[in-house]
């Protein structure tokens, strides 16, 4: 999963490609962040980094030793060698990613006889509004036609402030609005390669404040690479008209569901049977790896479940989600009337159960077209919930009302958390209950996303179709599952350890040099 992987920044993604190392005016190895003035803000970042920029071809590239660097779940680190797949080191050294700006520029420069800079990037950790300066660190990066983009949102996905939305996205069409933000439909901008001109995304113009923006990132960035949660693509501030450094509001890009909401797809009809369980196949899959990670949504829904290709459900909007290690949240009232628990509705301490709950509910609306407990006023349907009075027949799916689906509806929607299933045992029971659902590529993968953490329930899994049929690829778990790991064996060419200091040195000071520029107050900070 996402936060545990580490990613390499000297790396290749698909057909894009990049190099990225520290500036030589932090030291080699790097030891010193440049200090900035926060009261400066942005102004004061983007001075320094076009200062920076604008010394590159000045810089003694010959003499220069380029430390290479790689992404971790703890932020920018050093990598081994120069190749691509070393492993980082695990000194101290490391640039923390999460609520850290970005900011980057180009350099203008081209040098076929150096491995030179296309881009410099400016991270500018967060510390405490208090606190009179902020630590700046520059990254040097050569990139190809899209792998600025990939390396910027890899930054981002980890929780880095961008802050170039106008740039990178063109806001198509509203096309949902909820309790804390307004949710767009993007277009990316042309770029030099037509393989991310006019990918579509989904914009979340947030009006929530910053800690629960933050909340929400960091639940995204625990699950987003699960199929059935939605992928979190990016994080940027928006800035106000006077170019100030408060920020007012947030933007988060992320995947996009093609195909529409379950609400809209409801206001159109019942589903049939079939399409009904491979959905739940694969909310239950987010939801159980959700609870592994401690989380709880606390609002399933239709309209928190969008379509994507391939029927494949994804769960989104963690505005409200909390984790099961924050008993303060757990206390406080959430959901949505008709999909909400009793303990909710009562405002009672609740756990991942509730979920359950709200999955239930989803399940009845999904086969009958309406909520299992209706009512004519919002104050009448929460006093139902309360009840969990429940008519389980359902005339419009005859087979919701064998007896295995009528046991476990009935279990979804207990009254008493206690008496629900979890929802790894929802997802067993789907899985069991439909033999043409779990045979499609959607429940296939939704299955497969659990096999990482040990999740993956003993099911039988859809035999090799015949010679003609397609295939689904779920024969074997534990294979898709598992992923090759390589070793490369790697050779170090360095100047002598005397002479490398002495250049160090004179290197560093240049930069400072460079960099010292009236009107931004800017230091070195020996730790």
Known sequence: MQNSMTSNVTASLGESSWMCWLHPVHGTPAKYPLQVSQHEGLDGLRHVMDEAASGVRQLPWKHMKQESICMTPLGIQYQDADDGLSPCHSSEFHIPLEWSDVLYTDTQFRDSRERTPTQILLLAPEVAKSDAHRPVWLLFGHFDSDGLGHFLQSLSRCGAIRWDLRETYDAVRPC?????????????????????????????????DEDRVR??????????????????????????????????????????????????????????????????????????????????????????????????????????????????????????????????????????????????????????????????????????????????????????????????LKGMLARNPSERPSALECFKSFWQLSEAARRTPASIESMVALAPLGLTPKLAVPERPAQGESTSGGSNVSDIASEAKSKALVEELSLSTSASNMMELVVQTFCLQRLHVCGTVLTVSAH
């Open 176 to 208: 949902g609005q909820g309790l804390h933000g307004t949710v767009f439909v993007g277009e990316s901008k042309a770029s030099p390669s037509s393989r991310t001109q006019g990918r579509k995304v989904a914009v979340k113009v947030t009006d929530s």
């Open 215 to 408: 909340r929400e990132v960091r639940f995204m960035f625990q699950t987003g690479e699960h199929p059935n949660i939605v992928s979190l693509l990016g994080v940027f501030g928006v800035e106000k008209a006077d170019a100030s450094f408060k920020r007012e509001r947030y933007a988060l890009v992320m995947e996009l569901g093609s195909n529409g909401d379950l609400g809209a797809l409801l206001a159109r009809g019942v589903l049939p049977e079939f399409r009904g369980m491979e959905i739940m196949i694969g909310v239950m899959s987010a939801l159980a790896f959700l609870h592994s990670q401690r989380i709880v949504h606390r609002d399933v829904k239709p309209e928190n479940v969008v379509l994507h290709a391939e029927h494949r459900p994804m769960l989104v909007d963690f505005s409200i989600a909390a984790s099961l290690d924050d008993p303060t949240a757990l206390l406080r009232s959430s959901g949505s009337p008709g999909y909400a628990a009793p303990e909710i509705v009562e405002q009672r301490a609740h756990c991942e159960k509730v979920d359950v709950f709200g999955a239930g509910a989803l399940w009845y609306t999904l086969m009958s077209g309406r909520l299992p407990f209706p009512g004519s006023s919002t104050k009448e349907i929460l006093a139902n919930s309360r009840r969990c009075d429940v008519e389980l027949a359902m005339n419009s799916c005859p087979e919701c009302n064998e007896p295995q689906m009528q046991s476990l």
